[in-house]
């Protein structure tokens, strides 16, 4: 029991922070010490808006029908 809570503990410290950052050239997601990380160029981004996503479409980082969100 008490190595199923110190995993419980370890995945949720992993991904209890997203930290996204933009540069001059890429746009960089990633959880807790940087894994999972996810960079996209910034030359290959189409289109950006402001979006509310209700709590059944999910958290984090993932690849949808028509792009990344």
């Known amino acids: 029991m008490a190595v199923l809570l110190v ?3 370890v995945i949720v ?3 209890s922070r997203l930290e996204v950052t933009v540069d001059s ?3 960089t997601a990633a959880f ?3 894994w999972p990380k996810t ?3 910034l030359d290959a981004v189409v289109s950006v808006r402001e979006v509310r996503n209700s709590w059944w479409q999910g958290w984090g980082i993932r690849r949808i029908s028509n ?3």
């Open 67 to 69: 792009g990344w969100m």
């Open 7 to 9: 995993a419980i503990f």
């Open 25 to 27: 050239e890429n746009v």
């Open 13 to 15: 410290f992993l991904f």
């Open 39 to 41: 960079v996209i160029a």
């Open 32 to 34: 807790g010490f940087g």
